[in-house]
């Protein structure tokens, strides 16, 4: 091999595993990747909350419940008192099966029977899902009943959709793409401002100037933080106008969401950009971060199929909570306990954040 190329290799080598970060970029992040979403991403629908009401004494409506809590695909849901509709709205439920009257033994007995099953369609394929696992459900418990050598199950679902009637997946996935757009832009722009500043040698002048540190910092993230914020109304048109999506609760409270999550972005994009040399250095570390961010928010993978310890780790994600409060209130109209709580940490991890990047920015200039 030609000696210069030789020796281009063996130098970009040897600086590329002198550097700590690299290094770590290179080799430790793919290995933990790989371990993380290998748990995580699966597509098959598992730990759907379900709460089964029916007559004290209906000994075929708890075998149903037993059946369906022993398969694997569903957890017991709590509904504590309130109405399905409500458990459902407030999460708390994502199917409620409601026995006929007379209760499920008599409906074995006669058939004919429909048993009335409320699901949260918001996701639609998890909708099915719930169909399709109570039917087969049903149909074993039909078969084990074995009146007459009967098979088929002598009990229908009357299955409705709450929240998505039609079973649109755009409906699932189109407030998700907004909190991706809205993500990139203000992780993206931010972390750049500051890296911009130190690639072009004019970080310089900036500390030199007669201005404070915490107005260095403001002046170079309030504006990414006003651009995602007018990006909101755009993007909730095209998502209302154009896809469809319905807007059932308020746009003051979607609005104040939005906000919280703009800052708590560009707070990382800030501490990103702290952290980077140069541009490039910038756009690679925040798409080090989107990736993780968005595949543990629920956007595409349902959280309740990820192992507790990864969930632990989306606790620290602003896109869970922006993409549960977006979902709610579009599509649920803002239950008030849903909305108050994720608003709530978002609050939390927009602070931490800005705290965070601002300390950073701190020890960078220093």
């Known amino acids: 091999m030609n000696r210069t190329v030789l020796g281009f290799i063996r130098k970009e080598l040897v600086q590329a595993l002198r550097d700590p970060r690299m290094f770590m970029v290179m080799f430790a992040m793919p290995v933990v990747q790989m371990v993380m979403f290998g748990y995580a991403l699966t597509s098959e629908i598992r730990n759907i909350r379900l709460a089964v009401v029916s007559a004290p004494g209906d000994v075929m409506a ?5 059946r369906a809590f ?5 957890l017991p849901a709590d509904l504590s008192g309130m109405e399905p509709v409500s458990a459902l709205k407030a999460r708390r439920a994502d199917a409620v099966v409601i026995t006929p009257p007379g209760g499920l033994d008599r409906a074995f007995v006669r058939g004919g029977a429909r048993l009335q099953v409320l699901v949260d369609a918001t996701n639609a394929i998890k909708a099915r899902s719930v169909e399709f696992y109570l039917n087969a459900i049903l149909s074993r418990m ?11 199950s002598p009990v229908s679902l009357d299955v409705r959709a709450l929240f998505n009637p039609s079973m649109k997946s755009s409906v ?15 992780v993206l722009l931010t972390s750049m401002s500051i890296a911009r500043e130190k690639e072009m040698g004019t970080m310089e002048m900036l500390i030199s100037a007669p201005v404070s540190r915490w ?4 002046g170079k993230t309030v504006p990414y933080i006003l651009i995602g914020v007018i990006d909101v109304p755009l993007v ?3 998502a209302v106008g154009w896809f469809g999506v319905p807007m059932r609760g308020s746009f003051w409270v979607l609005v104040l969401a939005a906000v919280l999550f703009v800052i708590a972005a560009s707070s990382v994009g800030t501490l990103i950009s702290t952290l980077a040399r140069n541009q490039q250095q910038a756009m690679m ?8 961010a968005i595949l543990l928010s629920g956007i595409m993978f349902p959280l309740e199929n990820m192992p507790k310890v990864v969930v632990g780790i989306t606790y620290l994600n602003p896109l869970r909570y922006f993409v549960t409060v977006l979902r709610n209130i579009m599509l649920k109209g803002g239950d008030a306990s849903v909305v108050f709580l994720n608003l709530a940490a978002l609050a939390a991890l927009a602070a931490a954040a800005a705290v965070m990047s601002y300390s950073r920015f701190r020890q960078t200039l220093n």
């Open 236 to 238: 909730l048109f095209v």
């Open 285 to 292: 570390g925040s798409f080090m971060f989107m990736l993780p």
């Open 70 to 74: 022993s398969s694997g695909w569903f």
């Open 172 to 186: 699932f996935m189109v407030p998700a793409v907004m909190v991706f757009v809205l993500a990139v832009v203000s």
């Open 142 to 152: 039909a078969a084990e009943q074995g009146a007459g050598g009967r098979t088929a």
């Open 215 to 218: 107005e260095i910092l403001l």
């Open 62 to 66: 708890s075998r149903l419940a037993e």
